[in-house]
């Protein structure tokens, strides 16, 4: 499974249950465990074959006309776990559907997991790959990929699911989008930054003054119109399409 397909799975979730077992089954992947407890939807899906027997747990993220509400609940405190201090709102919201998918992926030595969503679907992908690396074995964990996803935990978190998977782990960052610089004091990211600046043009980490001033322009450029790039920027519509257009040209 490649960046591709993740980000399409990471899209589909958003449709319902049937129109997104039917896009599955169009791009080849037809085992599909749809999971939705307390709000939180996810999706398991199976792809077996030799070495190793694959699977891409995929969360959904917050709906377009909740992400202001979202946002503003993103000030709760912090949850200790074995591994750090995480986003309480976000850790609750994983436990709910966890039994559900930990019973749909049978762990054993040819076992290999991808861990995508994007919003708050990439913060659970997140929190999901640290639980499955905590209570199994990192070498599980084939990828971490998340579209504009918020901080989830602690520096100490940060840094130990980082020392275990960093290298497996990419956070695409698009332009203004606002929600991965939320939340800020006592959080930090986990991973390598792929960042999409105002053109569509991909960069592997990027300094922070670059970023900086990308979002400057890409705000003057917005001036006069409707709405505002923090939100624009955030839509998983156009994570897909600058995702398609970068890997078919690459």
Not at 170 to 188: E, S, W
Not at 190 to 209: A, E, I, S, T
Not at 216 to 224: E, K, M, S, T, Y
Request: net charge positive; with cysteine; proline share 4%.
């Amino acid at each position: 499974m490649n960046v591709v397909d993740l980000a399409r799975f990471s899209r589909a979730i958003y449709e319902s249950e049937e129109s997104f077992h039917w896009q599955c089954s169009q791009w080849g992947f037809d085992e599909v465990r749809w999971i939705e407890r307390r709000g939180t939807q996810a999706a398991v899906i199976h792809r077996p074959g030799a070495p190793f027997d694959l699977y891409a747990v995929v969360f959904r993220g917050t709906q377009p006309d909740e992400l202001q509400d979202w946002l503003a609940d993103l000030r709760v405190k912090k949850a200790c776990v074995p591994f750090g201090r995480v986003h309480r709102g976000f850790l609750w919201a994983l436990l709910a559907a966890w039994p559900e998918i930990e019973s749909a992926i049978p762990v054993t030595a040819d076992t290999r997991i991808h861990f995508t969503g994007h919003s708050l679907g990439g913060a659970l992908a997140t929190l999901a790959a640290a639980l499955f690396v905590h209570e199994y074995d990192q070498i599980l964990v084939a990828s971490l990929t998340t579209f504009g996803c918020p901080r989830v935990g602690n520096g100490t978190f940060a840094r130990w699911l980082g020392r275990l998977i960093g290298d497996w782990t990419a956070r695409y960052v698009h332009c203004a989008d606002l929600v991965p610089r939320v939340p800020r004091i006592g959080y930090r990211h986990v991973g390598r930054c792929f960042y999409f600046d105002r053109h569509g043009n991909l960069y592997r980490r990027p300094g922070w003054l670059y970023r900086f001033c990308d979002r400057v322009l890409r705000h003057a450029q917005h001036v006069g119109r409707l709405g505002t790039p923090a939100i624009a920027d955030h839509s998983m519509d156009r994570y897909l399409d600058l995702i398609e257009s970068h890997y078919r040209e690459a």
